[in-house]
């Protein structure tokens, strides 16, 4: 495989695209088709997606990983489960090392100019006493059948449990 020119060693250039063949992946990392199908068994985060006609199509991120995976085992002469072990290691590490994000401001609005999400669900429904028909704002409502209603409520009730974590 050719090294990117002026890049340190052990360090490629990729293609930017989003997708890779299994073909154009074995000439990037420099190793043959079944040697990446072998890999794919062995390491459970190599997972690329399939193309209707059932090729395999590698996403960067598979790269990247298939190509520190071949320095693991040929340069540092991992064994496979050693490489494995490596590579959790490795990505343990770099989720405690990521740095807190810029926290988003929040932007104070007075509850009287825009209505809360939550407000959409708990519009005025009122039934008429003659008719028995549900209406809303002078408009005649239909209401839902029982089960759809413990699907909504269900649905609510998801919705308004994310809303207190996106808030908290």
């Given at each position: 495989?050719?090294?990117a020119?002026?890049?340190?060693s052990?360090?490629?250039?990729?293609?930017?695209?989003?997708?890779?063949?299994?073909?154009?992946?074995?000439?990037l990392?420099?190793?043959k088709?079944?040697?990446?199908?072998?890999?794919?068994?062995e390491?459970?985060?190599?997972?690329?997606?399939?193309?209707?006609s059932?090729?395999?199509?590698?996403?960067?991120?598979?790269?990247?990983?298939l190509?520190?995976?071949?320095?693991?085992?040929?340069?540092?002469?991992?064994?496979?489960?050693?490489a494995?072990?490596?590579?959790?290691?490795?990505?343990r590490?770099?989720?405690?090392?990521?740095?807190?994000?810029?926290?988003?401001p929040?932007?104070?609005?007075?509850t009287?100019?825009?209505?809360?999400q939550?407000?959409?669900?708990?519009?005025?429904v009122e039934?008429?006493?003659?008719?028995?028909?549900?209406?809303?704002?002078g408009?005649?409502?239909?209401v839902?059948?029982?089960?759809q209603?413990?699907?909504?409520?269900?649905?609510?009730?998801?919705?308004?449990?994310?809303l207190?974590?996106?808030?908290?």
């Amino acid at each position: 495989m050719d090294r990117a020119k002026g890049q340190r060693s052990g360090q490629y250039a990729i293609p930017n695209k989003l997708y890779f063949r299994i073909g154009e992946v074995s000439d990037l990392v420099g190793v043959k088709p079944y040697v990446l199908r072998y890999w794919e068994s062995e390491f459970p985060d190599i997972k690329p997606s399939k193309s209707k006609s059932g090729q395999r199509l590698y996403k960067r991120r598979d790269v990247e990983l298939l190509l520190r995976i071949k320095e693991l085992l040929y340069e540092e002469r991992f064994t496979i489960n050693g490489a494995r072990k490596r590579l959790k290691d490795f990505s343990r590490s770099e989720t405690k090392e990521v740095p807190q994000s810029a926290p988003v401001p929040v932007v104070h609005v007075e509850t009287d100019e825009v209505p809360r999400q939550l407000e959409v669900f708990q519009t005025a429904v009122e039934e008429d006493a003659v008719t028995g028909t549900a209406q809303a704002a002078g408009q005649p409502v239909h209401v839902p059948a029982r089960d759809q209603t413990k699907t909504f409520m269900k649905i609510r009730k998801d919705l308004e449990e994310l809303l207190d974590m996106v808030r908290a």
